[in-house]
T-cell receptor
Framework: GENVEQHPSTLSVQEGDSAVIKCTYS??????FPWYKQELGKRPQLIID?????GEKKDQRIAVTLNKTAKHFSLHITETQPEDSAVYFC?????????????FGKGTSLLVTP | DAGVIQSPRHEVTEMGQEVTLRCKPI?????LFWYRQTMMRGLELLIY????????DSGMPEDRFSAKMPNASFSTLKIQPSEPRDSAVYFC????????????FGQGTRLTVV
């Protein structure tokens, strides 16, 4: 099945700096790559997603890049703020025999210090 | 819409007891997912339904776990008998139209089996 690896597991940055989280996937047929943010004690919520027909997508301070050849995608957060502190999960849709169900990475705990 | 609603929010039970978790998806959504979240294994897909029909239950860990969706507005996840290693946060999520669109998560049920 699909295997999604996510790095780093923890990340600490100073307010105003950029944060980058990287993920790799194994199934070359994967074509949907969402990112979810989960604040402490809360539910995961979608912050941005990208499909395989584009290489980059941006939404204000958040951007995602996709390299299909290398099978990796990354989340970039610029001008980080304390409220960006949360756990971020990447995901990729799995193979057809799983019905293309999403497989999640293990998460990155991001801490933005003032 | 109030979003995906799960109950109970917290459940503490003794080993060997039956546990039933409940979920009400967003009205009109045709996909429903059950996830389990632990520190060690992250977010794991247990089972998902499309139009109330179970499509893939390969993530269900053992026969002790079962899930039903008797109608479009209600689903249950049952564990019988429960074991301490089942302790986790269980999320229900729903989406509309496709596996590869935003999944809206409920607040989760934190299950503790002692």
């Amino acid at each position: 099945g699909e295997n999604v690896e996510q790095h780093p597991s923890t990340l600490s940055v100073q307010e105003g700096d950029s944060a980058v989280i990287k993920c790799t996937y194994s199934d070359s047929a994967s074509n949907y790559f969402p990112w979810y943010k989960q604040e402490l004690g809360k539910r995961p919520q979608l912050i941005i997603d990208i499909r395989s027909n584009v290489g980059e997508k941006k939404d204000q301070r958040i951007a995602v890049t996709l390299n299909k050849t290398a099978k990796h995608f990354s989340l970039h957060i610029t001008e980080t703020q304390p409220e960006d502190s949360a756990v971020y999960f990447c995901a990729a849709n799995g193979p057809i025999d799983s019905g293309y169900a999403l497989n999640f990475g293990k998460g990155t705990s991001l801490l933005v210090t003032p | 819409d109030a979003g995906v609603i799960q109950s109970p929010r917290h459940e503490v039970t003794e080993m060997g007891q039956e546990v039933t978790l409940r979920c009400k998806p967003i009205s009109g959504h045709d996909y429903l997912f059950w996830y389990r979240q632990t520190m060690m294994r992250g977010l794991e897909l247990l089972i998902y339904f499309n139009n109330n029909v179970p499509i893939d239950d390969s993530g269900m860990p053992e026969d002790r776990f079962s899930a039903k969706m008797p109608n479009a507005s209600f689903s249950t996840l049952k564990i019988q008998p429960s074991e301490p290693r089942d302790s986790a946060v269980y999320f229900c999520a729903s989406s509309y139209g496709s596996m590869n669109t935003e999944a809206f998560f409920g607040q989760g049920t934190r299950l503790t089996v002692v």
